[in-house]
């Protein structure tokens, strides 16, 4: 079957920096995407993997292992308002979105 | 401002009614898709539509059905609503199936009572 994990949730400090894992097992791969999900509110996509190594935008970095089946979204200089759900998804061999649960990320002043 | 508008909001339905959750964008977008989000559960895909005309089953079809009769509109329909289809109900587009960021309305709450 088609399976992403991640965590249920992580709590960090304001200021630090956060390291958010996903792992999948999916019947072929065509990229991974985050997207970030405030509570109530849609999900707004962040970044998009499909080739192995570390995309930088900003404050947020995502980086992917292919052969590790294997990503993480790297948020630095944490703000309060970044409090919210990072939601994992890789693109199988259909060209469909097989999502995660979603990390509930907590930020603390 | 150009984006995905859903109808309703939100909606008390009482089971074995039907319903339609509307879904329209102005992006021009080919792909269109809904998904259901229920706590501790990823978005699991319900219907798509790579392009006008055409649509397919998600992971989770049953009780829903779809249609795209234009590049704009995407409704869902719930035939008999039943309790376990209580969710949140999101339409989303991208320019083209693969390779390419969804954008997501913002939603339709539902409850079947």
């Known amino acids: 079957g088609q399976n992403i994990d991640q965590p249920t949730e992580m709590t960090a400090t304001e200021g630090a920096i956060v390291q958010i894992n996903c792992t999948y097992q999916t019947s072929g791969f065509n990229g991974l995407f985050w997207y970030q999900q405030h509570a109530g509110e849609a999900p707004t996509f962040l970044s998009y993997n499909v080739l192995d190594g570390l995309e930088e935008k900003g404050r947020f970095s995502s980086f992917l292992s292919r052969s590790k089946g294997y990503s993480y979204l790297l948020l630095k200089e944490l703000q309060m308002k970044d409090s919210a759900s990072y939601l994992c998804a890789v693109q199988d061999s259909n060209y469909q979105l097989i999502w995660g649960a979603g990390t509930k990320l907590i930020i603390k002043p | 401002t150009a984006g995905i508008t859903q109808a309703p909001t939100s909606q008390i339905l009482a089971a074995g009614r039907s319903m339609t959750l509307r879904c329209t964008q102005d992006?021009?977008?080919?792909?269109m898709y809904w998904y259901r989000q229920d706590l501790g559960l990823g978005l699991r895909l319900i219907h798509y539509s790579n392009t006008a005309g055409t649509t397919g089953k998600g992971e989770v079809p049953d009780g829903y059905s779809v249609s795209r009769a234009n590049t704009d509109d995407f409704p869902l329909t719930l035939a008999s609503a039943v309790p376990s289809q209580t969710s949140v109900y999101f339409c989303a587009s991208s320019e083209r199936q693969g390779g390419q960021p969804q954008h997501f309305g913002d939603g339709t709450r539902l409850s079947i009572l």
């Open positions: 992006m021009r977008h080919n792909a």
